[in-house]
């Protein structure tokens, strides 16, 4: 069904957040992350989420204020989460834009924007499947469910289709391949230079 659609997108999504995290770390650490596994992990969310998730969720939100206005009041303000979530979004992909193209900004503000990011959008996620995906089961009807599975986007695909599906997929499987192929890197830099017993290079804090 499609609470399960968007559950395991949830978990795909978090698949992603690891990746960033690890990049994290190494920024914090002082090295060069991997840009491109950065930049790509920001375009997978500013198309799946904004455009195919939270839409699909807004949907459900107003078909569940409708049948139980009580229980949406409860939840809370969905298109504000939304809208904070596409906020931070934005944010976090300034600021990397910023770091690469060597304006001015702390090294400190960076890594702050990008845990920020991580650790809401965990929390977000974590709101929905507590509060907001219960709700919306006990009080939206067959039809209700029926009525969203067949919605479309602005553009006039089907929201919940199974190309955006293997797109997402396949983006995502991309970016995950490139987070490995960064990993593999790093591990035999730092192997070579233990080898010529000097640091590696990814220790010095090479910026950006
Ligand atoms: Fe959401
Ligand atoms: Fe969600």
Known sequence: M?????????????????????????????????YEVIRAIISYFEVYPEV?????????FSKLRTRDPDAAAIVGDLAHEHQEVIDRLHHFAQAIDAILADREI???????????????ERHHMMWEERDFFPAAV?????????EIASARTDHGDLLFSETAEATSDALRAHILQLEQEAE?????????????GK?????????P
């Open 106 to 120: 702390l090294r400190q503000d960076v890594g702050n924007i990008v845990r920020d990011f991580i650790l809401r």
């Open 184 to 196: 593999a890197e790093r591990s035999s830099v730092a192997f070579s230079s233990a080898m010529a």
């Open 199 to 207: 640091p590696p290079d990814g220790a010095k804090a090479d910026g």
């Open 52 to 60: 195919y998730h939270h839409p699909q969720e807004d949907l459900i």
């Open 2 to 34: 499609i609470i399960d659609f968007l559950l395991r997108e949830h978990r795909n999504i978090d698949l992603l957040l690891v990746a960033l995290q690890r990049e994290l770390e190494i920024f914090e650490h002082g090295a060069r992350p991997d």
């Open 138 to 146: 006990k009080a939206l009807s067959a039809e209700d469910w029926t």
